[in-house]
C-alpha cells in the first residue's frame, strides 16, 4: 500500500485505533512475558543456590 502521508498512516483507513492498539498491546505483552522469564529464571538460580 502507499499512504498519501505520515497522518494516513497511522489512520490506516479508520481503523488505526484498532492497529495501533493491537500492536501496543501485544508488545506490552512480549515484554512482560520476557520479564516474567527472567524473573522465574533469577528465582531458580537463587534457589539452586542455597
Same mark, same amino acid.
Given at each position: 500500500?502507499?499512504?498519501?502521508?505520515?497522518?494516513?498512516?497511522?489512520?490506516?483507513?479508520? @481503523?488505526?485505533? @484498532?492497529?495501533?492498539?493491537?500492536?501496543?498491546?501485544?508488545?506490552?505483552?512480549?515484554?512482560?512475558?520476557?520479564?516474567?522469564? #527472567? #524473573? #522465574?529464571?533469577?528465582?531458580?538460580?537463587?534457589?539452586?543456590?542455597?
Amino acid at each position: 500500500m502507499h499512504w498519501q502521508s505520515f497522518e494516513a498512516f497511522i489512520a490506516m483507513g479508520g @481503523y488505526g485505533f @484498532y492497529v495501533w492498539t493491537s500492536f501496543g498491546i501485544t508488545a506490552l505483552c512480549c515484554v512482560f512475558e520476557v520479564c516474567q522469564l #527472567r #524473573r #522465574r529464571q533469577q528465582q531458580l538460580v537463587l534457589k539452586e543456590a542455597t
